[in-house]
């Protein structure tokens, strides 16, 4: 069993920051890419940034010079910090996870999801 725990969420006003974490747990050999999606109310997920076991990063050009993701490997945990927050980055943000499980096998996971809401 692999679960994907993100905290952090929550309003804050335009131009104000927020950061997101999510921690995995279960019965894991090793993590490759972790990211972070979102989906906004009447649109299609999309992906906001997504991070290596190497620490390669790759992020939405709508994000960039804002967002900074980061992981602690030895936690199995990975961060999302927002900074100069617009409304237009309102939305559920889900955690992504490929996990090696012990048995070897490699999965994708998600987590539940967690609002982030900016007002203007």
């Known amino acids: 069993q692999v679960q994907l725990v993100e905290s952090g969420g929550g309003l804050v006003q335009a131009g104000g920051s927020l950061r997101l974490s999510c921690a995995v747990s279960?019965?894991?050999?090793?993590?490759?890419?972790m990211g972070w999606y979102r989906q906004a109310p009447g649109k299609q997920r999309e992906l906001v940034a997504t991070?290596?076991?190497?620490?390669?990063?790759n992020y939405a050009d709508s994000v960039k010079g804002r967002f900074t993701i980061s992981r602690d490997n030895a936690k199995n945990t990975v961060y999302l910090q927002m900074n100069s927050l617009k409304p237009e980055d309102t939305a559920v943000y889900y955690c992504?996870?490929?996990?090696?499980?012990?048995?070897?096998?490699?999965?994708?996971?998600w987590g539940q999801g967690t609002q982030v809401t900016v007002s203007s």
């Open positions: 992504n996870a490929d996990v090696v499980r012990l048995s070897r096998r490699s999965l994708n996971y």
């Open positions: 991070i290596t076991d190497g620490g390669s990063t």
């Open positions: 279960g019965s894991i050999l090793s993590i490759n890419v």
